[in-house]
């Protein structure tokens, strides 16, 4: 006698209609083609909301790309993180960081202008200054990257914008 719950499912597979292409039958089992995973292809997972992930690590030997130590969210007491971004790669393997920061009530255009050109005064032997619509921007060059870094009023409140781009393999 045959049982009840081998009968039903084949009645339901032989119930079902046949897909709409049904691909010809062939002498070789099918292969699904999967592409073999590089070593400088690795995911990144990151959760929502939480901290970007790291900056890559370049291959060529002693090469690694490590933020400055400037370039952090606490560099103002009381700074809020509006932004923060990596650029991809470009052909020579460098890229560009950038975040803007809204600084705390009261905190004038001098003031972030100071502490922005002190913190990159280590690493940055000359900065060029320039005004335009109450903004201050200030350009630079360190030894492997270039700096840009903004104070000015954004939606009424002050903002300092925080830049750098690789220009050369840090050793």
């Not at 993180?81 to 991809?88: A, D, I, N």
């Not at 502490?115 to 005064?121: M, N, R």
Request: glycine fraction near 6%; include cysteine; aromatic fraction near 6%.
């Amino acid at each position: 006698m045959v049982r009840l719950t081998v009968v039903v499912p084949l009645l339901l597979l032989c119930a079902c209609p046949p897909p709409a292409s049904t691909p010809a039958p062939t002498d070789k089992p099918a292969v699904a083609a999967t592409p073999e995973p590089s070593d400088k292809e690795q995911p990144t997972f990151v959760a929502r909301g939480s901290e970007p992930p790291p900056p890559p690590v370049d291959d060529r030997a002693g090469a690694n790309f490590r933020d400055p130590s400037w370039y952090r969210k606490n560099l103002f007491p009381e700074a809020t993180l509006v932004k923060e971004g990596r650029s991809p790669r470009d052909e020579a393997g460098f890229f560009a960081s950038q975040m803007t920061l809204q600084l705390a009530d009261g905190t004038t255009r001098d003031e972030c202008e100071k502490t922005v050109s002190d913190a990159v005064a280590r690493d940055v032997v000359r900065l060029d200054r320039s005004e335009k619509d109450d903004r201050v921007t200030l350009t630079g060059d360190a030894q492997h990257y270039a700096v840009t870094l903004i104070c000015g009023e954004a939606k009424g409140k002050m903002t300092v914008y925080l830049s750098y781009r690789w220009t050369s393999t840090p050793g």
